[in-house]
């Protein structure tokens, strides 16, 4: 159970709210988790249930009101860099060169000049992506010899000043390569022995240019510290479907199956029909996960295809304006109507899709068996006003008020935590 963040309520019962636009319905929460789903009391019950709580709208106990507004599952950051996030400050110009390696030197550069990483900074953008709904993260931050494990403790830090607000999952992550920088995994070592839950690596080939050795060591720590698996590849074509051939290889072999994720993964969406349809039936097999930040430009990831196979697929901010790029603001709902609109998605049944991977079906991305609006579930709890989930994904309108482990912790666009 969540402990209580400062100025937040606890919920015992959020009534009169429609879960995925379905009927009226009464959510009875008991320690964090939703342990009933009743039909939307009737006004007397609703009185009676009111006098016996401890409170009403605020306060320990509290019956909530949703007027009948739309609920949908706490959003799931599943790829995310609150580390490096200049969120809060001043306008910060972009510079440097462009492209990986450019980003990289650039980044390296400066981030000292920001505080970066810091528990202030990353605190300001947690908090924006509290207010807009988002519940659950899994963030890759920064492990080099310049930071070592600094960026992690400010993580953590920062999450646990929230009071439960937002939970997170992170992947230690080697921004300026693996094995072209000496000593950098035995830093992956080290997070994986401090409770980082995954290792990450980045562009086998073209940053180490050692794909195999990259890989070899990577699944190296996994299998000795029993941690995941996160790999940023931007690689493209050939290239990049020769790498995931290899991490599909590397995980049937290690037995890791449900446990490695192929991030951005643009040569998927690249590849012609039947090479992708063959590279994508491996993936499913072997359990490995795709995440998408859903980028204007690049081909679509296949994701009907992706689902049909087996390979789940989680949606993610990447970095919120930060020294990679000014864009970028923590809505993962909006997020959402970029991801449906790049996908091609008009259907209703494709727009529900798109909010499905931004919310319920991302939970296994951040550790959680079941995320959802179902009995058993942490009770985290999005409300807007739409009509129905289509009309949701492609407006995406204010957060009326989110609900993280039974407590309200924003309402109306004004975070509480």
């Given at each position: 159970m969540r402990s209580p963040g400062p100025g937040t309520s606890t919920v015992t019962v959020l009534r009169d709210v429609r879960p995925w636009g379905g009927e009226r319905s009464d959510l009875h929460v008991v320690d964090g988790l939703i342990a009933a789903i009743v039909p939307h009391a009737s006004a007397a019950s609703a009185a009676s249930a009111a006098s016996a709580a401890p409170a009403t709208d605020g306060g320990a106990g509290a019956v909530i009101d949703g007027g009948g507004l739309l609920a949908l599952p706490g959003l799931v950051n599943a790829h995310a860099h609150v580390d490096k996030s200049w969120w809060g400050k001043p306008w910060v110009s972009y510079g440097g060169e462009g492209g990986v390696q450019g980003r990289i030197a650039h980044e390296r550069a400066h981030r000292g000049e920001l505080g970066i990483p810091g528990v202030d900074v990353t605190l300001a953008v947690l908090r924006e992506s509290v207010r807009t709904g988002t519940t659950a993260v899994r963030t890759h931050v920064d492990v080099d010899l310049g930071v070592g494990l600094r960026g992690i403790e400010a993580v953590r830090e920062a999450v646990a000043a929230l009071g439960g607000a937002v939970t997170a999952q992170i992947v230690a992550f080697p921004q300026d390569g693996v094995l072209r920088r000496p000593g950098v995994l035995e830093l992956l070592d080290a997070a994986a022995v401090a409770g980082a839950e995954h290792v990450g690596g980045l562009d086998p080939a073209s940053i180490d240019r050692d794909p195999v050795g990259q890989?070899?060591?990577?699944?190296?720590?996994?299998?000795?510290?029993?941690?995941?698996?996160?790999?940023?590849?931007?690689?493209?074509?050939?290239?990049?479907?020769?790498?995931?051939?290899?991490?599909?290889?590397?995980?049937?072999?290690?037995?890791?199956?449900?446990?490695?994720?192929?991030?951005?993964?643009?040569?998927?969406?690249?590849?012609?029909?039947?090479?992708?349809?063959?590279?994508?039936a491996a993936m499913g097999e072997a359990g490995i996960t795709m995440t998408?930040?859903?980028?204007?430009?690049?081909?679509?990831?296949?994701?009907?295809?992706?689902?049909?196979?087996?390979?789940?697929?989680?949606?993610?901010?990447?970095?919120?304006?930060?020294?990679?790029?000014?864009?970028?603001?923590?809505?993962?709902?909006?997020?959402?109507?970029?991801?449906?609109?790049?996908?091609?998605?008009?259907?209703?049944?494709?727009?529900?899709?798109?909010?499905?991977?931004?919310?319920?079906?991302?939970?296994?991305?951040?550790?959680?068996?079941?995320?959802?609006?179902?009995?058993?579930?942490?009770?985290?709890?999005?409300?807007?006003?739409?009509?129905?989930?289509?009309?949701a994904v492609v407006r995406a309108p204010r957060r009326a008020l989110v609900v993280a482990g039974g407590r309200v912790v924003a309402r109306d666009g004004e975070v509480l935590v």
């Open positions: 890989l070899d060591g990577l699944f190296a720590i996994a299998e000795r510290r029993g941690v995941g698996i996160d790999v940023h590849l931007h690689d493209g074509g050939d290239l990049g479907a020769f790498q995931i051939e290899l991490i599909i290889d590397r995980t049937l072999r290690a037995g890791l199956q449900g446990k490695v994720n192929v991030a951005h993964g643009f040569a998927v969406g690249q590849l012609a029909a039947a090479r992708q349809a063959e590279l994508v998408t930040v859903a980028p204007i430009g690049a081909a679509p990831l296949p994701l009907h295809a992706l689902r049909d196979a087996g390979v789940a697929v989680g949606l993610g901010t990447d970095g919120i304006r930060d020294l990679w790029s000014p864009y970028g603001t923590g809505d993962l709902l909006a997020l959402t109507t970029q991801l449906a609109r790049l996908s091609g998605f008009r259907y209703d049944e494709d727009l529900v899709t798109a909010a499905r991977i931004a919310s319920a079906d991302a939970g296994r991305f951040v550790g959680r068996p079941v995320h959802d609006l179902v009995v058993g579930a942490p009770a985290d709890v999005v409300l807007v006003d739409a009509e129905n989930v289509p009309d």
